[in-house]
């Protein structure tokens, strides 16, 4: 993931979802944003830097530095608090297939988002491609993906669907890519970045 965001190390915190009108959006941080500095403490861990945030009193305005693209760049961020996003759990019939044949590369198989999830989880038709299987030990269970997750972005590249998902493994293939980024929709309010190690 380091190598990923063009970070020597991995130290800092990595941004995963920036949510409308919230203190980071508004200090125009943005998801894949790596947090360095938070005051004048250097940020080690996402669990260290929540501990920063909610140790801070609301109002107080914080200077923020933090890696871009390989660039640094400071911010200043002013700390309000902000209401829990709403946990909601989706399931899909059959949580774990014993062979995930459509995509054998990741050990998954998606399908086009259905009009139901996408009315769920709030977002545009043909912004992504869902898994509806995942093969028990394949590099897409060890990453920790799940039936019901969206793919939207993988290596940085847009998924409008399950073709174009198609599409990227076969091309991850042949380029013999040992880990891939994903940029998943897991829920409708939580957004991650997930690691995928291709297995030799």
């Known amino acids: 993931m380091a190598q ?12 995963s979802q920036i949510f409308p009108q919230s203190p980071a959006a508004k200090a125009t941080i943005r998801s894949g944003d790596i947090i360095l500095k938070f005051g004048e403490v250097h940020v080690q861990s996402s669990n260290q830097l929540k501990t ?5 009193k609301s109002g107080t305005e914080i200077p923020i530095e933090f890696s871009r693209e390989g660039k640094t760049e400071k911010v200043t961020v002013t700390i309000r608090e902000q209401p829990r996003p709403k946990q909601v759990q989706t399931q899909l019939a059959g949580q774990a297939a014993d062979d995930a044949k459509t995509y054998p590369f990741f050990g998954m198989a998606v399908e086009d988002i259905p009009q139901e999830f996408t009315e769920l989880f709030g977002i545009a038709p043909h912004s992504g491609a869902l898994i509806s299987a995942i093969k ?15 793919i939207l972005n993988a290596n940085k590249t847009k998924i409008r669907g399950a073709k174009d998902f198609f599409e990227f493994t076969k091309a991850s293939n042949h380029q013999g890519i040992d880990v891939n980024v994903f940029y ?13 190690r291709v297995k030799p």
């Open 136 to 150: 028990p030990g394949s590099p897409a269970y060890d990453a920790g993906l799940g039936v019901g997750d969206i």
């Open 184 to 196: 998943v929709q897991r829920g409708p309010d939580e957004k991650v970045f997930v690691p995928v």
């Open 4 to 15: 990923y965001f063009k970070r020597s190390s991995s130290q800092g915190a990595l941004v």
């Open 52 to 56: 920063l945030v909610t140790s801070s």
